[in-house]
C-alpha cells in the first residue's frame, strides 16, 4: 500500500504559470510554481516516486499537510480535537434559536422568514439540557439567538419563565 497520500482538505486555484493552495486541515496557504504543481499531480498515485524525483518539494507539501500518511485518519483527529475543546472547558455557550420568522426587513436578508417554531418537544428537550447543564455548573448565561425575534410567541415565553 502507497504509505503517502494527497490530503481530502486541499483546495487549489490555477493561476496561469502559479498555484494558490490550501489545507483545510493545517490551514497554511501557500503559493506553487505550475511546474512543481503538474509534478505533484502526475505522481498523486505514486507519492514515494516523487519523494525520490523530487525530495525538497516532498518535503514541503509533507510539512504544509498537502501530503500525508496514508493511514491517519484526519476525520477522526478532528472529532476528537472538538470533544476536547467541549468538554475540557468548565463553561458551555448555549444559544436557543426558537424560530426563523424574524420580524425585521433587512434589505440584505436572505432568510425564507419561515413561520415555523420550535415545537413543545424540542422546548421540553431544551430545558432539560439547560437543566443538566446548570446542575454540572457548566452554563452561566442563555443567550437567545436573535434579541429581535416576537415575543408574542409562547416559545420564546415558555422558555423565559422556566430561567
Ligand atoms: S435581522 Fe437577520 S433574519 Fe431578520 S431580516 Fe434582518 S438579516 Fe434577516
Redesign the pocket.
Known amino acids: 500500500m502507497e504509505p503517502y497520500r494527497l490530503s481530502n482538505y486541499n483546495q487549489f486555484l490555477i493561476k496561469k504559470d502559479s498555484v494558490i493552495g490550501v489545507n483545510l486541515h493545517k490551514q497554511y496557504l501557500f503559493s506553487l510554481d505550475r511546474e512543481k504543481f503538474d509534478l505533484l499531480k502526475e505522481n498523486r498515485s505514486n507519492l514515494t516516486a516523487l519523494k525520490e524525483k523530487s525530495p525538497v518539494l516532498f518535503s514541503t507539501m509533507y510539512k504544509l499537510g498537502i501530503i500525508e500518511d496514508s493511514e491517519i485518519d484526519i476525520p477522526n483527529i478532528l472529532i476528537m480535537r472538538n470533544r476536547q475543546q467541549v468538554f475540557s472547558n468548565e463553561s458551555f455557550r448555549l444559544i436557543i434559536n426558537p424560530t426563523l420568522n424574524?420580524n425585521?426587513?433587512?434589505w440584505?436578508?436572505y432568510?425564507t422568514h419561515s413561520k415555523k417554531y420550535m415545537s413543545k418537544e424540542t422546548v421540553e428537550s431544551v430545558i432539560k439540557f439547560i437543566e443538566s447543564l446548570a446542575t454540572k455548573n457548566k452554563i452561566s448565561t442563555y443567550p437567545f439567538f436573535?434579541r429581535?425575534i416576537r415575543l408574542s410567541d409562547g416559545v420564546y415565553l415558555g422558555l423565559l419563565r422556566e430561567f
Open positions: 424574524c425585521f426587513s433587512c440584505y436578508c432568510e436573535d429581535k
